[in-house]
């Protein structure tokens, strides 16, 4: 569930009103049948608005719901989300209608390294080797698809709602036609980080109510789960040797393409770990120590006005002589994760005991032993999430629990230092 932002929210205006009150209705529906009908109005409201580019109306909405009425702000969230990565298209042969639908998805790769990850624009022959291997292996029979000539870094993937609706309905038109999408003129900048995410976005096509993935046809349904993950390995298999000539220098890990939102979520999450272990086994070879020669600082992190709620925490990694922090990562809380691990109805519905699910925290610390770290240091206080106004990087809380830039010793071997 996306955290919106703590401004307080004008008056609503028209359009706003009717996505509150479309919204609370689909929350209080008695029916399937009524909820539907609902679900259709709320969908044809967003569609006008994310057609015409009107994100602030959307935004303003998801503010004021988030402060009053938590279920229909999910809702509208929801709604919002699949109208954004999804689209139908209505094609007339000989006066005979198809109904198309489309999908984003997004292709997830976790990758780390002691350099630089690649991103940018995907050659022609690479781009046509990975949508081979995509469709052969992922969709069903007869789904057309369109890859986007870009490996996405986080940075240059649509900012907003809007942005990816019009990304979802161009790389639908080109899937259904068959025509090629053009590389970005020009990618955002991105940050350098030792482990981090790309992404291929591909878009599909099917008719309304066919089968999109090989898991949903009519032959793999009572084994659908078995079949996602027979998927999900022969897309590694086949892909990972493209993938990797693609990002030199790198470890990677192809995660299951998944629709648009659930997979960057996915993948916002499973990159956190590995984000540890890169921590560690950069730190340990640049440096020439054992991971038993460094001690990590842990500290939770939030917003001035968030009465006390913690956004994420940020790991510090310190020699265990010093105080010096020489380098951190940032363990970011998504959805319903918090200090105290997932809300206990949560885990009722899921069928799960509460001793299996670990809270936000264990996992870190969890993580930092499997690394090979023992002398852990946890702030139990709150921090503001302060920032360097000279490069932008988080702050760091020290084992005495003052804010400091993370910087490498002096005596490092150079070339590593944009790392942050």
């Known amino acids: 569930m996306r955290r919106p932002s703590k401004d307080s929210s004008p008056k609503l205006s028209a ?33 006008k608005l994310l057609k015409t580019g009107h994100q602030d109306t959307i935004d303003t909405t998801l503010n004021t719901l988030f402060k009053e009425d938590l279920n229909a702000y999910d809702t509208l969230m929801e709604g919002v989300e699949a109208v954004s990565e999804s689209s139908i298209m209505v094609d007339s042969v000989d006066g005979v209608d198809t109904t198309y639908q489309a999908l984003l998805v997004a292709a997830p790769i976790l990758a780390w390294t002691r ?8 050659p022609p022959d690479t781009l046509a080797t990975l949508s081979a291997h995509f469709s052969a292996h992922l969709l069903a029979d007869g789904v057309r698809m369109s890859m986007a000539p870009t490996l996405f870094a986080i940075d240059q993937l649509p900012r907003s709602h809007a942005e990816t609706y ?4 161009k790389l639908a038109q080109a899937a259904y036609k068959g025509t090629p999408i053009k590389p970005l003129a020009k990618a955002a900048e991105t940050a350098p980080f030792l482990a981090d995410t790309r992404y291929l976005l591909v878009a599909i096509v099917a008719p309304l ?12 349904q009572m084994n659908f789960t078995i079949e996602r993950a027979n998927s999900l390995e022969q897309w590694q298999t086949q892909a990972s040797d493209t993938v990797s000539r693609l990002m030199p220098g790198c470890g990677i890990e192809l995660l299951l393409p998944e629709a648009y939102y659930v997979a960057c979520r996915e993948a916002d999450k499973l990159i956190r770990p590995v984000s540890i272990r890169a921590a560690v086994h950069y730190l340990t070879n640049t440096l020439g120590v054992q991971a038993s020669d460094l001690r990590a600082v842990v500290a939770g992190f939030g917003e001035e006005a968030a009465d006390g709620q913690i956004d994420e925490y940020r790991v510090a990694f310190t020699m265990r002589q010093t105080t010096d922090v020489i380098y951190g990562i940032v363990w970011p809380l998504y959805g319903q994760e918090d200090e105290d691990g997932t809300p206990v109805e949560g885990l009722l519905a899921a069928g799960m005991e509460m001793e299996l699910q670990k809270a936000p925290l264990d996992e870190i610390l969890g993580h930092l032993n499997e690394a090979g770290i023992t002398h852990i240091k946890r702030h139990h206080e709150r921090f ?15 084992p005495v629990g003052e804010l400091v ?16």
């Open 166 to 169: 019009a990304a979802t309905h």
């Open 115 to 122: 350099f630089a990850i690649a991103s940018g624009t995907i």
């Open 405 to 420: 830039h993370a910087e490498m010793p002096e005596d490092a071997p150079p070339g590593n230092e944009h790392f942050h």
């Open 384 to 398: 503001i999430a302060e920032y360097c106004d000279d490069c932008g990087g988080p702050l760091f809380a020290d």
């Open 209 to 220: 109510g066919a089968p999109l993935f090989r898991w949903q046809e009519p032959q793999h």
């Open 15 to 47: 359009e706003s009103q009717r996505l509150v009150s479309i919204s609370q209705a689909i929350v209080q529906a008695a029916s399937r049948v009524e909820e539907r009908a609902l679900e259709r109005q709320l969908d044809a409201q967003l569609q």
